[in-house]
């Protein structure tokens, strides 16, 4: 008895040090079951996904886990025809993003047969081959269809590479089957017969081939790559001596860069067009900017310093330019009138006065249109001042010609006196 106490204590001491270390298995490590009980760098449960974990491609390198890695993100931004009914393109767009919340289809549509579509992968640039895997993950088992369908197209021929009729799995993955090295150009789910009354969610769609690379051209990254979508930055976005380029590759008539290049002696920013036709320019130190082709400012433009420009355009509304003026109803004041405006006033009618342009400063376009005003006035004064030049002119000469017949007509009268009174002298001689 004793030799046997002593045994089962050996037993249980060997036991409790097994448990206590980590092992290493060489070889095949076979699991029954959905999980795998942990308490260190997950939250106690770890799902296995079959075929999917760490599957080994042709090369002998490993595909990673499509939570991680999805070739289908952002596939409908990227070029890709997305077909899924009653789903707007933003719902639709979440279908391929792993941290976005579940796509929610209710249980009278997928019991009808609901099929997502999503065709002219090429075009978006996903290549996908005899090797790589598609698929779609649930929110839970219990928010799954039993029914599903997996379908790839090549060469505009649809092709079964899945089918269940009772799926219990929340993640339906399956291998591109018969391709040939052919790539996908449509991948198509259908669904049917949901498992909850309240109908089905969709966590994410995915799929990537064999020598998938994380989508690294799908997202931003120390290697770079591409965003797509918004991306909202909390805080500041900083780069250490390199650039930001936006850049609208989907239109082909137009494409803005936008950098900022501190490695020169100035640096700065600027903007081109798809040519690298300079649209603007501005360098770090201040010292000039460059405007280029036609410049459209909404509001108020501020320039606390001079202004140099060639030609300075500033338009009127019609009726505004000064040329009423001269028509014939346009009442002129007199002169006098005027006199005594200024007396009164201090400054020309229609003028602003000199200490609300000091205030308010003054509307370029209107003070010129007021400016003309007064010379056109002022024109106005001097015709009417020439007009009556001409007229005293015409009278004087009138008056000229009159006096001088009065001086001819004196002159005779005073050469008929001289002779009547020589002759009158001599008559009393």
Request: hydrophobic fraction near 35%; charge should be negative; aromatic fraction near 8%.
């Amino acid at each position: 008895m004793k030799n046997k106490s002593y045994l089962i204590m050996l037993v249980l001491c060997i036991c409790s040090a097994i448990y206590a270390q980590n092992e290493t298995v060489n070889g095949t490590l076979y699991v029954t079951g959905n999980s795998i009980a942990g308490y260190s760098n997950h939250d106690g449960n770890a799902t296995i996904l079959k075929n999917v974990i760490l599957n080994p491609n042709p090369e002998g390198s490993m595909v990673v886990n499509p939570y991680m890695a999805n070739d289908l993100a952002h596939v409908r931004l990227r070029g890709a025809t997305v077909s899924a009914s009653g789903l707007n393109t933003s719902t639709q767009d979440r279908l391929f993003d792993q941290t976005a919340n579940f796509v929610h289809l209710a249980s009278g549509i997928v019991n009808a047969g609901y099929a997502i579509e999503i065709t002219d992968l090429t075009t978006a640039g996903v290549g996908i081959s005899y090797a790589g895997k598609y698929g779609l993950a649930f929110g839970h088992p219990t928010w799954r269809s039993k029914y599903v369908k997996l379908e790839s197209q090549r060469n505009g021929v649809w092709q079964t590479d899945l089918e269940l009729f009772n799926n219990s799995n929340d993640v339906v993955v399956t291998n591109v089957t018969s391709a040939s090295g052919t790539t996908l150009t449509g991948i198509r789910i259908t669904l049917d017969d949901a498992y909850h009354t309240s109908g089905v969610r969709i966590n994410s769609i995915f799929a990537f081939d064999y020598n998938s690379n994380m989508a690294s051209n799908y997202y931003m990254s120390a290697a770079g790559g591409t965003v797509y979508g918004n991306m909202n930055v909390n805080g500041n976005y900083s780069t250490n001596g390199g650039s930001l380029q936006l850049t609208n590759t989907n239109d082909s008539d137009s494409k803005v860069s936008i950098y900022s290049d501190y490695s020169g002696s100035e640096g700065g920013i600027a903007i081109t067009d798809r040519t690298g036709a300079l649209s603007f320019q501005h360098n770090a130190n201040g010292s000039s900017t460059f405007l280029g082709g036609q410049t459209t400012i909404d509001g108020k433009a501020i320039v606390k310093g001079d202004v140099e420009s060639e030609k300075v355009k500033v338009t009127a509304t019609p009726g505004s330019f000064p040329d009423y003026v001269f028509k014939p109803d346009y009442e002129l004041r007199s002169l006098s009138e005027l006199s005594v405006f200024i007396k009164e006033n201090g400054h020309l009618p229609n003028i602003p006065k000199a200490v609300e342009v000091e205030a308010n400063g003054q509307d370029l376009g209107l003070i010129q249109q007021k400016l003309l005003e007064k010379i056109e006035e002022l024109t106005l004064y001097v015709i009417e001042a020439d007009v009556k030049n001409k007229e005293l002119s015409e009278e004087n000469n009138r008056q000229g010609l009159e006096l001088k017949k009065l001086r001819l007509a004196l002159n005779k009268m005073m050469s008929r006196l001289e002779q009547l009174e020589k002759k009158s002298t001599n008559n009393k001689n």
